[in-house]
C-alpha cells in the first residue's frame, strides 16, 4: 500500500545517542499507514553528522515510501 502524502526522513536518536533514520510525513500530520513509523537503523559507527548528510541525500532522490504486505 502505498501514501496518499508524501514522506521525508528526518533524524532521531534512541535514548544512548545514537542516531537513526525515520520515514515521517512531510506535513507533519498523521502518517497514512496508520500511525506506523518506518526506521533505517543505521551501524553503530555512524555519526550524527553523517546521519544528516544521509537524510539530505535521501530527501534530495526519494519521494515517499510505500509497504506490501503479503
Not at 18 to 34: H, N, Q, T
Not at 40 to 67: F, H, P, Y
Amino acid at each position: 500500500m502505498s501514501p496518499e502524502q508524501q514522506h521525508r526522513c528526518t533524524v532521531q536518536t534512541h535514548a544512548d545517542g545514537k542516531p537513526f533514520l525515520a520515514f515521517e510525513p512531510s506535513s507533519g500530520s498523521v502518517s497514512s499507514y496508520s500511525n506506523s513509523l518506518f526506521t533505517l537503523d543505521l551501524r553503530s559507527e555512524v555519526t550524527l553528522d553523517e546521519a544528516r548528510g544521509l537524510a539530505e541525500q535521501i530527501n534530495s532522490k526519494v519521494w515517499g515510501v510505500s509497504a506490501t504486505v503479503f
